[in-house]
């Protein structure tokens, strides 16, 4: 469903991190903002709405475009958490971004903040 979506995106940030820890986010080149648009659903007709979703997903690109992967993780959990257009979190989810979060070095408060 939608929320294996997200997940899928944060294995992604947390792999990125692995590999380049203090790399900058090009949010609007990457290949993840091509299939943005389709995480988002229209909740009032169930259904996609490109108008909707398009300015949804460049909401979420414009918040973590120029941070590094493990912000922009914490970032998109921060967004599962609070918004009414993406998925709540799920216990993977949180262990994806804390995996994210390891590489950038030791942040023990941050991680444990996360739980």
């Keep these: 469903g939608r929320r294996k ?10 792999n990125a991190s692995r590999k380049n820890a203090s790399g900058k986010l090009d949010a609007f ?5 091509l299939g943005m648009e389709g995480v988002f659903e229209d909740s009032a007709r169930g259904r996609l709405t490109h ?3 398009e300015s949804k ?7 973590i475009d120029g941070m590094d992967c493990a912000e922009a993780a914490r970032c998109i959990l921060d967004e599962m958490t609070t ?6 979190p799920d216990s ?5 971004v804390a995996s994210a979060m390891s590489h950038v070095g030791p942040c023990p ?7």
């Design 83 to 88: 918004s009414d257009d993406i998925p709540s």
């Design 51 to 53: 108008k909707n979703s």
């Design 57 to 63: 997903a460049s909401a979420i690109l414009s918040k």
């Design 109 to 115: 408060d941050d991680a444990i903040k996360l739980f």
């Design 29 to 33: 080149l990457s290949v993840a903002a």
């Design 92 to 96: 993977q989810s949180y262990c994806l």
């Design 5 to 14: 979506s997200w997940n899928i995106f944060l294995v992604s940030l947390s």
